[in-house]
RNA sequence: GGAUCCAUAGCUCAGUUGGCUAGAGCGUACGAUUCACAUUCGUAAGGUCGCAGGUUCGAGCCCUGCUGGAUCCACCA
């Protein structure tokens, strides 16, 4: 016997992606790029048949987390299901240079060095960190394969490939044509430590204790008291602003006050924007480093003076204060108002400061040109195109949410200050050349730090994109979309990222896509949430609550992870999660493992069997069904593991059917490759249809813990619990097979290892199980299923009753007795095994010892009426609970609203509920009686 | 301030157009054990579905209000 006594995925695992991968079994078989075979100049490709994903890139020197670990497990499911279910599959793995991320590493280890950014150009440090990052990569794409990700690798695409730079650069162009693109001077935020400026989405506001000081400004014959949480700043001051309905400054609009510290008087405006109830109802106005004075200042063209330099110090400021830190210089400020008696009070507040979300630094609102996209048409050609529905969102409710933000969309600043980065392919003329020449000319030849055009020299612009403009092309690059290639993998069928990044990621690509190709990039979006831990505690470093995805794969297997974290978990929601549920998904995946090793002993066994009967030249009766299947499985045995790797292009199925249905029709939906003989048989069939058609709803809503839920219950509590266990008795190995090679396939899209593994042990399977056909319906006789789930409960009562009564070991003392009852009678050997009774006999004369009443047969259980006395107590106890439950539906049948309004099958359901319970009654009744 | 979401068993969660006698896993309690699996098997206990109203024959589900929690956006001189 190959198989081991429990399942090992250590084992396995990295085995079974090597020959995955080694068989190419990942890429899609419809191509990718044009096929125009009858020369029309059309597209040949098939575009019913491909499913489309790609991935999140994770960042390419880093290491996979918990909600990497997520995405995949999520991505993977849909695209293995699919694959079984014959679509062209292509899933298409990304690595992202993360350009900020990737950045502070590098930064960080240039100054473990000893060495500053400063000291290289552009072009050099862009090199270092590339060679710095090809070190680190590979580590991410292991982890990946790890995960199982049956993703397209010939396809991978990284966020600084060629293609990927030409088609940023030809959006851009695109913009830049269309009147899109403008310098502007705007307050970004600015982190002094990085050197970058953020857009608003990468700003994290906390919320932190400060103090408002309060500072006279003072004109001749008075002061007016300004708040400010920022006094060094003072310096910026262009005016003191008092809204025009504050009757207390009403005079004062006009007038000059002097600036504190400064030889300098600043007018006092009236602008709405100045709060009557906050402070003392008069503002100073710094337009360069305040987002709203800035915007006052704009109402009111005021001079933007810059007293901050980038790199966090004083400017423009008089010389005593020249040079200090902005910390610095608030000190001497506040000592030097004391001193000349302009201090006013301060008092504590709580207020929100921006934060760079990767230093802590407190960014610093700085003045700067940068290059901003006008979003109104983008975001209004998204709305339009949201509005009629043509994406679908899991949750629904982030559609409208999506809208919203849209709406109030401010423009997009995407210079950024790094290296490391797509470079902003735009050109400043040099000051000395002719002046009619544009300020600005758009060229792709960012390599060269000047070129020139038509004898006019030009410098680059030493910017690099926002991260997200670029991923902003995300499904159009990695299906290799242009213009000349629409495809049938575009738009994607699902993107599957964080709801995190909703509007980061997931609104700038609908826009994008938009404009690029006039079509939305996905028809449906999945969002998932965070990944909390086992308290529903947000996982940090600082709270050392972080779970590494890796170290559970390597303790319980990559399918009980990915089982693990797809429980209990829906979309869009912040949901916990425990080792626990990994362990329990290690769990299920030992149980088939166990099952398969049962099964295919049963089916050894049978081979043999038929063997000695084949050379006896006869057969035991009850074995000739299943003997009948054994000659095809046994000829399958002969055949070689993996011989039919690839057949996913040539037939639909790399496994064949049990008896030779392979050549049927497509539209051969119910499988006949065996024959049931018993109640048992039937219903798993049952079952497992029910269950095949919840997978299947559950993965066209995406819900995937509904999915992984029922298969849970189906091979456990179905298959194994009562179908297997009545099979040690009857051993119909045709229809074994057929069962088992049904769950292994269903089971796949969520656990692919130890399915693989188990196909692959198996001596009947063929091929991957990774390229099998989606399993048909099972033919079952639906009354002999219904009359096995009576069986059931009559096993279940027995079972319950021996357990209840006083003693233990109960099973084993008492025997059962049956009356005129056909479904015990037939069933002896079945119920025997399964409730382990020592004897089942036939009642001869009155009836005694205890009678199973819920079941409604009429069995005894043949204790002494000392024991059934015992009883008694539970079985009065019985009695009024059944009692309660009659009289609820006694007392609903009694309401004549229901019995008009509802639904007359709701009301025949209560009469038939009523009926029942009556019966049940009366049955414990008689029971008790006989005590 | 605006938006969205959540509250169901000790814990983590299901519960899809209202029909429920509210489910699962874990945990707990009790019992089993050579025969695929102790990563096992069986049985059981455990809930006025956050609170208060309303609509309805009927509400965990729909409506209103409240309480508690989360996230995002905006703003905070």
Not at 287 to 299: K, L, N, Q, S, Y
Not at 355 to 364: A, D, P, Q
Not at 379 to 397: C, D, G, M, Y
Not at 565 to 588: D, P, T
């Amino acid at each position: 016997m190959k198989f081991a006594s429990s399942y090992e995925p250590g084992e396995y695992e990295s085995d079974i992606y090597g020959a995955w991968e080694v068989s190419d079994i990942f890429a899609p078989s419809t191509p990718t790029v044009p096929v125009d075979n009858n020369g029309d100049g059309k597209d040949d490709r098939d575009n019913k048949n491909t499913y489309s994903i790609v991935m999140p890139p994770p960042n390419a020197n880093g290491n996979l987390h918990i909600g990497h670990g997520l995405t995949i497990a999520l991505e993977d499911s849909l695209t293995r299901y699919y694959r079984l279910k014959g679509k062209s599959t292509w899933y298409i793995p990304g690595a992202d240079h993360a350009g900020f991320e990737t950045w502070v590493v590098y930064e960080r280890n240039l100054e473990k060095q000893g060495h500053t950014r400063f000291e290289y150009d552009r072009n050099e440090l862009y090199a270092r960190v590339w060679d710095f990052v090809a070190e680190q990569r590979g580590n991410m794409e292991l982890q990946l394969r790890a995960l199982g990700a049956s993703c397209s690798w010939n396809d991978l695409t990284f966020t600084l490939d060629e293609n990927v730079i030409d088609r940023v650069y030809t959006t851009f162009e695109k913009m830049w044509n269309d009147g899109m693109i403008y310098r502007g001077e705007k307050l970004v935020n600015f982190c002094p430590k990085h050197q970058t400026a953020f857009a608003d989405i990468e700003v994290e506001h906390k919320d932190e204790k400060g103090t408002l000081w309060d500072i006279a400004y003072t004109y001749d014959g008075g002061e007016i008291i300004v708040s400010t949480t920022r006094p060094e700043t003072l310096f910026g001051d262009a005016a003191v602003a008092v809204n025009p309905e504050d009757k207390r400054y009403k005079d004062l609009i006009g007038k000059t006050v002097h600036l504190p510290l400064a030889n300098k008087e600043i007018p006092i405006i009236a602008d709405e924007h100045a709060d009557p109830e906050y402070g003392t109802g008069a503002v100073k106005i710094t337009p360069a480093h305040d987002f709203d004075d800035f915007e006052v200042g704009e109402r009111h063209n005021l001079e933007r003076i810059k007293v901050i330099a980038e790199n966090g110090t004083m400017i423009n400021v008089p010389e005593k204060y020249y040079g200090l830190t902005t910390a610095e210089c608030r000190k001497q400020v506040l000592k030097d108002l004391k001193a000349a008696d302009l201090f006013r009070g301060e008092k504590q507040l709580v207020h929100s400061v921006a934060h760079c979300y990767k230093c802590g630094t407190v960014l610093e609102p700085m003045l700067k040109e940068q290059w901003f996209v006008d979003v109104e048409k983008l975001a209004s050609v998204a709305i339009k195109h949201l509005e009629k529905n043509e994406i679908k969102f899991h949750p629904a409710n982030k559609q409208k949410v999506l809208i919203n933000y849209l709406k109030n969309l401010k423009d997009w600043n995407i210079s950024r200050q790094i290296p490391w980065g797509i470079a902003i392919p735009m050109f400043r003329r040099v000051t000395d050349a002719a002046t009619d020449e544009p300020d600005w000319i758009f060229d792709r030849r960012t390599h060269l730090k000047e070129i020139e055009v038509a004898g006019v020299k030009y410098v680059r612009d030493e910017d690099t994109f926002d991260t997200w403009f670029s991923s902003s092309h995300w499904p159009i690059v990695c299906t290799n979309w242009t213009e000349d290639n629409f495809n049938p993998y575009y738009p994607l069928n699902v993107m599957e990222t964080g709801a995190d990044i909703l509007f980061a990621w997931v609104a700038r690509m609908i826009m994008m896509g938009l404009y690029v190709t006039g079509e939305v990039p996905f028809k449906e979006v999945y969002l998932h949430g965070l990944v909390l831990d086992a308290h529903g505690q947000k996982m940090s470093k600082s709270k050392g609550n972080v779970i590494n995805p890796m170290d559970l794969v390597a303790k319980y297997g990559s399918d009980a992870f990915r089982l693990g974290i797809l429980r209990g978990r829906s979309a869009g929601m912040n949901q916990a999660f425990s080792e626990q549920s990994v362990i329990s998904g290690r769990n299920l995946c030992n149980k088939l493992w166990n099952i398969s090793r049962l099964v295919q002993s049963i089916v050894d066994e049978s081979s043999m069997e038929f063997e000695n009967t084949f050379i006896e030249g006869g057969s035991e009766p009850g074995k000739a069904r299943s003997s009948a299947e054994t000659p095809v499985a046994d000829h399958r045995r002969s055949r070689a593991k993996n011989e039919l790797v690839r057949s996913s292009e040539t037939t639909p199925s790399g496994r064949l059917l049990s008896t030779g249905v392979s050549d049927a029709p497509q539209e051969e939906s119910i499988s006949n490759s065996y024959s049931t003989d018993n109640m048992g048989e039937d219903w798993i069939c049952r079952e497992i249809n029910d269950c095949l058609k919840q997978v299947e709803v559950s993965m066209k809503n995406y819900r995937f813990a509904e999915a992984v839920e029922v298969l849970y219950q189906t091979i456990w509590d179905k298959y194994a619990d009562w179908f297997l266990e009545s099979q040690k008795i009857f051993k119909n190995t045709g229809l074994l097979k057929q069962t088992l090679e049904t769950i292994l396939i269903a089971l796949h899209p969520f656990a692919p290892f130890v399915t693989e593994a188990i196909w692959q042990n198996l001596s009947w399977t063929d091929g991957f199980i990774a390229t099998a056909k989606w399993p048909n319906k099972l033919k079952f006789d639906p009354i002999s299923a219904a009359e096995f789930e009576s069986l059931i409960s009559v096993v279940s009562e027995v079972r319950g009753t021996l357990q209840a009564l006083p003693g233990t070991n109960n099973a084993k003392k008492y025997s059962l007795l049956y009356g005129n009852d056909s479904l015990v009678e037939d069933n002896l050997l079945l119920i025997r095994t399964l409730t382990k009774v020592p004897a089942i006999n036939s009642l001869d004369g009155q009836p005694r010892g205890l009678r199973l009443a819920l079941a409604n047969h009429e069995l005894y259980l043949d204790v002494p009426e000392k024991v059934v006395t015992e009883y008694k107590d539970a079985l009065t106890e019985k009695i009024l609970s059944v009692g309660r439950e009659l009289d609820a539906l006694n007392a609903r049948m009694a309401n004549p609203n229901y019995v008009e309004k509802a639904p007359e099958h709701l009301v025949k359901e209560t009469k038939d509920q009523i009926k029942e319970k009556e019966s049940l009654i009366s049955r414990l009744k008689s029971q008790l009686e006989l005590i």
